[in-house]
């Protein structure tokens, strides 16, 4: 029961995980917590379903079509809440509350053209399930695994390996440096909403598989669980967003374990106070000099 539950653990806290490097990558650049990256995702989940129902139920139809949408509905949300504040030079706090305003306008948006009802999303494939050691563990399960690894090393890479990566670093180290040595920040920030988008996009069509279901609210409490998992790791840190995941996941599913399925979201929002009480940089993260 104990390696099953940690078994699970792991699976949600992949999703999570992925939904903390979006908002690890944004406030690395711009010290900024998107609240409209749930809603994103939630977005996201949804083209996914219309994309398998619409166009072809093929696994990379449905995350091509989410992810294309999705970065485009980022860079929208970047140009329309952030950029117009960020060249105004306007107190953070405003761009932390047209975020939010934007989060609540997609989710609108999708209960006015989708409905306000629960849709069933099934994956294009018979979803097998395998007993090792007794753990049960279902294909679907294995590939949610799999892909967030792959999806974390590549992000890792792309960061530190290529040009690109590297100008999103020094933007965050020295945005005004970055913006003499010839650089164009505004679109370096919105490659970075967008890159954070797509996968927030690909956890939502995950999330969808694995509950085999989208509703608009679902948003509003997977950001929020990414939001912890980003903290829980270290904010703005990559590294930190992964292990925050992971570690939300596991004590999520162990808590549920102990006390009950009903204090899930509970078990995760009291993580939340607590990291922010007692070790507000996170695990991974240096406690700054006043």
């Given at each position: 029961m104990f390696l099953q539950q940690i078994t699970n653990g792991v699976v949600l806290g992949s999703i999570y995980a992925l939904m903390a490097i979006g908002y690890a990558m944004v406030f690395s650049l711009l010290e900024l917590?998107?609240?409209s990256h749930g809603q994103v995702f939630m977005f996201g989940a949804y083209i996914g379903l219309y994309a398998s129902k619409l166009i072809a139920d093929n696994i990379l139809v449905v995350f091509g079509v989410a992810m294309l949408i999705a970065s485009i509905l980022g860079i929208g949300v970047q140009q329309i809440a952030v950029g117009p504040l960020r060249k105004k030079a306007a107190p953070k706090v405003s761009s932390l509350i047209t975020t939010l305003a934007m989060g609540i306008i997609i989710e609108n948006a999708v209960l006015i053209i989708f409905g306000s009802k629960f849709q069933g999303f099934?994956?294009?494939f018979t979803v097998h399930y395998l007993?090792?050691?007794g753990i049960r563990i279902s294909s679907l399960e294995i590939i949610i695994?799999?892909?967030?690894i792959f999806l974390m090393i590549a992000i890792s890479l792309f960061m530190y390996k290529t040009k690109y990566g590297m100008t999103i670093r020094a933007c965050s180290q020295d945005s005004e440096i970055t913006s003499l040595m010839g650089v164009n920040v505004g679109s370096?920030?919105?490659a970075t909403f967008a890159v954070g988008s797509l996968l927030a996009a690909i956890a939502g069509v995950l999330i969808g598989y694995y509950y085999n279901f989208v509703e608009p609210s679902m948003g509003a409490i997977v950001g929020l669980k990414g939001f912890t998992a980003s903290v829980l790791g270290g904010r703005g840190m990559i590294s930190g967003g992964v292990v925050g995941g992971l570690v939300l996941g596991i004590v999520e599913s162990l808590g549920t374990m102990i006390f009950s399925a009903q204090y899930r979201d509970s078990i995760s929002f009291t993580i939340?106070?607590?990291?922010?009480?007692?070790k507000p940089e996170g695990l991974l993260g240096k406690r700054r000099a006043k």
């Open positions: 917590i998107n609240f099934k994956p294009p007993d090792i050691a695994i799999a892909l967030s370096v920030i919105s939340l106070i607590l990291i922010l009480l007692f």
